[in-house]
């Protein structure tokens, strides 16, 4: 029997396995076409992280490659017991695509607002009466998934799939995109031709808090323009200096939010122009190419899932099987009824030095 030193080195090198791989897909997005195309099959996958959907897609390359697939692009992927719930069984000789899954704690504290009073619980420890219970994320461990290709069984519900002709936009999607615009303060105005934009397609001033998007482009430019300027209004703060010094990340950063929701949408990727990768992952100092690459991606999928999740649109699948719900954050619990109490922010948590579980971004 393998002792607990034996698992944790088989553990670990397996997760060396996987930043290696890891580090071989994002080092392989050179052009802007690349990028294009890795956030285009991200958006098919948005409920994992960026970092996980790389991994499944060179492995699923590879086994395409290898005659073990019959198609080139995964369709849905899960767990093999997750599939097994759905009535399928992985087939014989299918190896499973290797991925980061999370490792949680249990985190409890009276005082919820003291970054540093939330003490790790043991594995049978409950929480004393009046305090707060937290599941965080303290490390990553591998797993496995497969797709549906490679397993066989009770068939799967077909979801609708947006379908649009050339030019037209997704139903309502104008409109969610506006609400959430209007929601951040800021003003949505069209105006009729490039000229009065300084000969762009959309603006975004953050003094007079409007949005501006000319009408002499076609209804599918107009959203996507639209979805762009939402990403500015989401992401980047005016005042940040370190958001003015790389304003090229910024607008990566946009162009590819807006590109993620379009592709949600069924919509035409083609046209959403994406400069080449070391023109601006490579001007960030202190950080390799590979990392600002790692850190926008996963950035991006973040805000464009969060406007996906208000809009009632209809969508594209996230690439998880009708069936099966993936985790949500873990909500607080108290072991009494205190007092209301306000919750820690993202920001205070982490200064506590453990990481807030993430939810869906594994």
């Known amino acids: ?82 599939w097994q719930s759905l009535g399928r069984q992985v ?32 594995p049978r420890e409950k929480p004393k009466a009046g305090e707060v219970m937290r599941s965080r994320m303290v490390g990553a461990r591998p797993a496995h998934v497969w797709d549906a290709s490679q397993t066989d069984g009770e068939p799967l519900p077909v979801t609708p799939t947006p379908t649009l002709l050339e030019g037209e936009a997704p139903a309502g999607l104008w409109e969610g995109l506006a609400g959430q615009i209007r929601g951040a303060g800021f003003e949505v105005l069209r105006v009729k031709h490039e000229g009065m934009i300084f000969g762009a397609n959309g603006v ?47 607008e990566v950063e946009a162009e590819s939010v807006a590109l993620m929701i379009g592709a949600a949408h069924g919509m035409d990727t083609a046209g959403y122009t994406i400069p080449y990768v070391s023109t601006w992952a490579a001007r960030v100092d202190g950080q390799e190419a590979v990392q600002v690459v790692q850190a926008t991606g996963e950035r991006v999928r973040k805000t464009a899932l969060a406007i996906l999740d208000q809009l009632d649109t209809p969508q594209v699948g ?45």
């Open 204 to 250: 975004t001033d953050y003094e007079a808090r409007t949005v501006a998007v000319r009408e002499n482009m076609d209804p599918a430019a107009q959203v996507k323009t639209l979805a762009h300027e939402l990403a500015h209004v989401l992401m980047h703060d005016p005042d940040d200096e370190e958001a003015r010094q790389h304003r090229g990340i910024r």
């Open 91 to 122: 087939m014989k000789g299918q190896a499973g695509y290797m991925i980061f899954a999370p490792v949680t704690g249990r985190f409890a504290t009276a005082t919820p607002a003291d970054a540093g009073s939330w003490r790790r619980l043991g």
């Open 1 to 82: 029997m393998a002792s607990n030193e034996d698992a944790r080195a088989a553990r670990e090198a397996k997760l060396d396995e996987l930043h290696e791989k890891l580090t071989g897909a994002v080092e392989a997005l050179v052009s802007g076409d690349d990028w294009r195309q890795a956030l285009a099959f991200a958006a098919r996958f948005r409920s994992r992280s960026f970092n996980n959907t790389m991994l499944i897609w060179v492995q699923h390359e590879a086994a395409f490659e290898a005659g073990r697939v019959p198609e080139p692009f995964p369709t849905l992927v899960a767990g093999y017991r997750q």
């Open 318 to 362: 996230d690439g998880t099987p009708p069936g099966i719900e993936r985790d949500t954050p873990a909500r607080a619990s108290t072991a009494a009824k205190p007092a209301a109490s306000p919750a820690p922010s993202a920001e205070r948590e982490r200064a506590s030095g453990v990481p807030v579980l993430a939810g869906r971004g594994l």
